[in-house]
């Protein structure tokens, strides 16, 4: 027995002297403090789970930096069957009454089955910081299923999203801009010569380049002249040109003249520094801080622009700025409901979660996943996101998955988290790594007369709702 336990306390003093040497040198620069390894983590990779603040601490902040933005997924999750294998579909006006309302339930399911598999996704990635940026663009340029009921439409979008999540903005746009889900989401379809339709034109000057006040009324009105003929074919799930509903005639946009269509409009768009300035603003604030440097944004957003809008070199530099690491700014920004549930379940290593209980409770909570509230998103790290009402249920949905298997067979799936969180909180790197958890000091008391209580008080204490 006493063998036993000099074996713990050399492998416990071996653990403290890894942590400890790993937050001065490294063979390029200084390493990472716990406190700057967890930083990194939570804001970029929804968690800091110990494999990840093991593989951050040897390494310097340009290391660290690079290292959760190259990190692949070499097996994603297989989407759902309906995606892999798409239904033929058939005009929704040859359809029986019966069949509208069989297909009416189909897609709902297959929309709940779309968002389960994201969530998968989501938990089990090997390279969170791409699923963080798929949340973050899917804000940007929103599109909600209570409009858009095709979930192999909505499931198209997605994956144009993800694959230029960390590519380049202009390209991104672009392609939104034919995307048959946005073009049927602000009825672009309904857009014709001579009955312009102005939805997609001011959410396109509005929300996804200048920004507000960066146009007049006249702008849209002439912006949604150019877009005109740009619709879907549904059949096909598929853009489609109607070049005979298309308003070829003089437009002045943004004090030039022409006979603009999309392209040349994005041209014009992309032209503007409030474009570049616009992104660098959210993403600021979504990885920063709620107030950005506007003078810094300012110096960012032209460098974001005379380089070709590409994201990742933004982002790099975002990553890197003195305020990105500052004390003034950790713990500053709130979890979403998705961040929050997400970063639970692969703090803990879940490997096979209730995925749709985890879309239901994020819908509880306020985030529904390809649905958000209207086409400005949902709110950006904000503490919008937090009053008495909606903390109280982010703990009830903690303390639900919380709950141990034996309360009823329903239950057994949520019973795998307390397997886990019990597991975890009895081993012996606990002591140490349970400081990984919240982004700062505890508000309440967190110690519990058995470690799973501990760890049950600190998933409870506000500070775990920031990042």
């Known amino acids: 027995m006493l063998a036993l336990m000099q074996n713990q306390s050399v492998s416990r003093l071996l653990s403290t002297l890894v942590l400890s040497v790993c937050t001065f040198f490294t063979p390029v620069g200084w390493a990472l403090s716990v406190d700057d390894a967890k930083h990194l983590a939570?804001?970029?990779?929804?968690?800091?789970?110990?494999?990840?603040?093991?593989?951050?601490?040897?390494?310097?902040?340009?290391e660290a930096v690079d290292y959760v933005m190259t990190r692949v997924e070499p097996n994603p999750v297989e989407p759902p069957e309906f995606v892999v294998n798409p239904p033929i579909k058939k005009k929704y006006n040859e359809l029986t009454s019966k069949k509208r309302d069989e297909l009416r339930k189909l897609?709902?399911?297959r929309r709940g089955s779309l968002k389960a598999w994201w969530f998968e996704r989501m938990t089990t990635t090997r390279a969170p910081l791409q699923e963080q940026l798929l949340l973050f663009w899917h804000n940007h340029f929103t599109t909600s299923s209570q409009k858009v009921k095709d979930p192999i439409m909505l499931y198209q979008q997605h994956e144009l999203l993800r694959n230029q999540a960390l590519?380049?903005?202009?390209?991104?746009?672009?392609?939104?801009?034919?995307?048959?889900?946005?073009?049927?989401?602000?009825?672009?379809?309904?857009?014709?010569?001579?009955?312009?339709?102005?939805?997609?034109?001011?959410?396109?000057?509005?929300?996804?380049?200048?920004?507000?006040?960066?146009?007049?009324?006249?702008?849209?009105?002439?912006?949604?002249?150019?877009?005109?003929?740009?619709?879907?074919?549904?059949?096909?799930r598929s853009f489609r040109l109607k070049a005979k509903q298309h308003?070829?005639?003089?437009?002045?946009?943004?004090?030039?003249?022409?006979?603009f269509t999309m392209p040349q409009v994005l041209d014009l768009l992309l032209k503007r520094p409030e474009t570049a300035e616009l992104i660098t603003t959210k993403l600021w604030q979504q990885f920063i801080s709620p107030t950005p440097n506007q003078d810094r944004v300012a110096e960012l957003a032209t460098a974001f622009k005379n380089h070709q809008y590409d994201i990742r070199r933004l982002l790099k530099q975002l990553l890197m700025e003195d305020a990105f690491w500052a004390k003034e700014n950790r713990a500053n920004l709130v979890k979403s409901p998705v961040e929050l549930l997400v970063g639970l379940f692969r703090q803990l290593n879940i490997q096979f979660a209730p995925y749709h209980?985890?879309?239901?409770?994020?819908?509880?909570?306020?985030?529904?996943?390809?649905?958000?509230?209207?086409?400005?998103?949902?709110?950006?790290?904000?503490?919008?996101?937090?009053?008495?009402?909606?903390?109280?249920?982010?703990?009830?949905?903690?303390?639900?998955?919380?709950?141990?298997?034996?309360?009823?067979?329903?239950?057994?799936?949520?019973?795998?988290?307390?397997e886990a969180a019990n597991t975890w909180a009895q081993s012996e790197q606990f002591n140490?790594?349970?400081?990984?958890?919240?982004?700062?000091?505890?508000?309440?008391?967190?110690?519990?007369?058995?470690?799973?209580l501990t760890l049950r008080n600190l998933l409870n204490d506000p500070v775990y709702q920031l990042k």
Do not use: C
């Open 42 to 62: 939570l804001r970029t990779s929804f968690a800091a789970t110990p494999d990840l603040m093991h593989a951050l601490l040897p390494l310097s902040r340009e």
């Open 357 to 418: 209980g985890l879309a239901v409770q994020s819908k509880l909570m306020g985030q529904d996943l390809f649905t958000p509230p209207n086409v400005k998103g949902w709110p950006v790290a904000s503490t919008e996101w937090i009053n008495t009402a909606s903390l109280l249920k982010r703990q009830n949905a903690i303390n639900r998955f919380m709950r141990a298997k034996e309360m009823n067979n329903k239950q057994q799936d949520e019973g795998m988290l307390y």
């Open 167 to 236: 590519g380049r903005f202009d390209l991104m746009l672009r392609l939104v801009m034919q995307d048959p889900a946005m073009l049927n989401y602000l009825d672009n379809s309904q857009n014709e010569k001579g009955k312009p339709n102005e939805n997609l034109a001011r959410e396109l000057l509005e929300l996804y380049t200048l920004g507000e006040g960066n146009y007049t009324e006249k702008d849209i009105k002439e912006t949604a002249r150019a877009l005109t003929g740009w619709s879907t074919d549904n059949a096909s």
């Open 432 to 452: 140490y790594q349970k400081d990984w958890l919240l982004a700062m000091e505890p508000v309440t008391d967190i110690e519990g007369n058995r470690p799973i």
């Open 247 to 259: 308003d070829n005639g003089r437009k002045t946009i943004l004090g030039e003249s022409g006979g």
């Open 107 to 109: 897609d709902i399911n």
